[in-house]
């Protein structure tokens, strides 16, 4: 069996690109934190079903709750980056990006005493105009990006881009390697399979045949994602605009069953250990940046 790529991006609720809106920005010191808990509820079904993630994790997280990203590094999950406070890339100048970024991963290094290579932008948010953002990641020590998302949506999404890994930057300084969200390709369309929201609201049913045809027939690995928060159907629920509530909160009862489930269908495992494999004919850079071919042609 193909071994697909399972990531988590650790935030809270209101981090959520749906719940500020919904809010209009109202300030998150407003709102109780409830991410210790949610996270300790997700370890306990991948250490259940012996599954092995990649944690995008805020550097915000890492300041306010350092124990809790000790605590995904001690279970042997990937640590890497999603930013310092989800702002999102095409909101940021090249200058205050790099900012970003940098403070993150340090603040991340100094709580799990490891590297960090792999990152995430917030809502999927670097677009066609945000290219800089890879000279930036390489100089910055990434190796690897996780950032886009192939379909059409109303607020992020390249449909007409690589659906599988691919080096997607090079500079003198070294390459960057892409690792697109998955997405399942039926009538000229790419479907989204890999996680989200699109998870909780489709048929269980649906999201395995997707996955099991990308394994398949294209024989290659899906990335799914999903957030600790989306576990957790108790959080606080404010007013909001019907399909904004209905965005953020449909499906969360259901949520850590469908993900048992799952892992208990499909082999998971890391972004990295995945980027490792012969299903990706990729290269990827060493936490010392020297090249090195992962597969050979």
């Not at 950032?147 to 300084?173: K, N």
């Not at 649906?206 to 045809?213: D, Q």
């Not at 399909?243 to 799952?262: D, I, P, Q, T």
Request: charge should be positive; proline fraction near 6%; charged fraction near 25%.
């Amino acid at each position: 069996m193909i071994v697909n790529a399972l990531s988590v991006d650790v935030e809270e609720y209101f981090h959520a690109a749906i719940f500020r809106l919904g809010t209009r920005g109202r300030a998150i010191r407003d709102y109780e934190s409830r991410v210790e808990a949610s996270v300790e509820r997700l370890l306990e079904i991948l250490s259940d079903r012996h599954t092995k993630a990649t944690f995008f994790t805020l550097g915000e997280i890492a300041l306010t709750h350092p124990s809790v990203v000790r605590r995904i590094a001690a279970e042997r999950h990937e640590i890497a980056c999603h930013g310092d406070r989800h702002d999102s890339v095409w909101q940021q100048t090249p200058q205050e990006f790099r900012a970003d970024i940098r403070r993150a991963k340090a603040c991340i290094e100094d709580v799990i005493g490891d590297p960090v290579i792999g990152y995430r932008a917030p809502n999927f948010s670097i677009g066609r105009n945000q290219s800089c953002a890879y000279d930036i990641l390489i100089e910055e020590g990434f190796r690897y990006d996780s950032s886009l998302f192939p379909i059409m949506h109303d607020r992020y999404g390249r449909p007409d881009a690589p659906r599988f890994p691919y080096e997607v930057w090079r500079t003198a300084a070294g390459y960057l390697t892409e690792f697109p969200i998955g997405t399942a390709r039926l009538c000229g369309l790419n479907l989204p399979i890999g996680g989200g929201g699109y998870f909780r609201l489709s048929p269980f049913a649906l999201i395995c045949r997707g996955i099991s045809r990308v394994n398949e027939r294209e024989g290659q690995p899906v990335m799914f994602y999903l957030h600790p928060w989306e576990l957790d159907p108790d959080q606080p629920r404010p007013p909001m605009p019907w399909h904004l509530r209905f965005r953020h909160y449909v499906g969360l009862a259901e949520e850590a069953g469908k993900l048992s489930r799952l892992l208990a269908q499909f082999r998971f495992g890391t972004a990295r250990e995945v980027l490792q494999t012969r299903a990706c004919r990729v290269r990827l850079f060493d936490v010392v940046g020297a090249r090195v071919p992962l597969v050979a042609a």
